[in-house]
């Protein structure tokens, strides 16, 4: 098996996931994992292939918001 992929953050993402629940982070935390070890074959519905080194990141939480359930998307560059 090849090493794990780097995953870059924005710090505007740092902020969001200080922000979350300790569940919240736990499951974020997982699918970081998950696609840092399977960046080049992870598809849908965990990630999307954006072009060149680039995948989103797709998600659920469970929690509800001002805005109803969330859906976070996130952009991730594996080297």
Same mark, same amino acid.
């Given at each position: 098996?090849?090493?794990?992929?780097?995953?870059?953050?924005?710090?505007?993402?740092?902020?969001?996931?200080?922000?979350?629940?300790?569940?919240?982070?736990? /499951?974020?935390?997982?699918?970081?994992?998950?696609?840092? %070890?399977?960046?080049?074959?992870?598809?849908?519905?965990?990630? /999307? +292939?954006?072009?060149?080194?680039? =995948? %989103?990141?797709?998600? +659920?939480?469970? =929690?509800?918001? %001002? +805005?109803?359930?969330? +859906? %976070?998307?996130?952009? /991730?560059?594996?080297?």
């Amino acid at each position: 098996m090849a090493g794990l992929y780097e995953v870059e953050m924005e710090p505007e993402v740092r902020s969001w996931l200080a922000a979350l629940s300790d569940r919240d982070f736990g /499951r974020v935390d997982f699918l970081v994992g998950f696609l840092a %070890e399977r960046a080049e074959d992870l598809g849908e519905p965990y990630a /999307r +292939h954006l072009g060149g080194k680039v =995948r %989103e990141l797709r998600f +659920h939480l469970l =929690r509800q918001s %001002e +805005h109803g359930r969330a +859906h %976070e998307v996130f952009d /991730r560059e594996v080297n």
